[in-house]
């Protein structure tokens, strides 16, 4: 239950920071802060990463809700991306990020499966 705790804390302040970010209230923010937040945000990307890296499966239906999750993620993640490339695209102005982030998605997908498919 810590644990839980612990990454809920972790995955809510990296997103309040993500928000905080975009400066969605038109604060005054100077470089210094910024930068400060996004040191913070990287390490608190990686305290999450590693929450994910080491979860332990110890049931089927803990699996298929792991699995399910995942993909969920997958399809936000991807929904989100080519709903910012077609925006983007409305203007003549695709940020190469959002492609390649897309990209990089798919790709990361297609090869994760054909490898569990070759090691089963």
């Given at each position: 239950?810590?644990?839980?705790?612990?990454?809920?804390?972790?995955?809510?302040?990296?997103?309040?920071?993500?928000?905080?970010?975009?400066?969605?209230?038109?604060?005054?923010?100077?470089?210094?802060?910024?930068?400060?937040?996004?040191?913070?945000?990287?390490?608190?990307?990686?305290?999450?990463?590693?929450?994910?890296?080491?979860?332990?499966?110890?049931?089927?239906?803990?699996?298929?809700?792991?699995?399910?999750?995942?993909?969920?993620?997958?399809?936000?993640?991807?929904?989100?991306?080519?709903?910012?490339?077609?925006?983007?695209?409305?203007?003549?102005?695709?940020?190469?990020?959002?492609?390649?982030?897309l990209v990089a998605m798919i790709?990361?997908?297609?090869?994760?499966?054909?490898?569990?498919?070759?090691?089963?």
């Amino acid at each position: 239950m810590r644990n839980n705790l612990l990454e809920t804390l972790v995955a809510i302040s990296l997103i309040v920071l993500a928000v905080l970010l975009l400066n969605p209230f038109h604060f005054w923010m100077p470089d210094m802060m910024v930068m400060g937040m996004l040191a913070i945000a990287l390490g608190l990307f990686g305290v999450f990463a590693s929450f994910i890296l080491r979860e332990k499966v110890s049931d089927e239906r803990e699996g298929v809700h792991r699995t399910l999750a995942g993909r969920n993620a997958f399809l936000a993640g991807a929904g989100v991306l080519t709903l910012g490339i077609v925006v983007q695209g409305y203007t003549h102005s695709v940020d190469p990020w959002l492609v390649l982030t897309l990209v990089a998605m798919i790709v990361a997908k297609i090869v994760t499966r054909v490898w569990s498919d070759k090691n089963r």
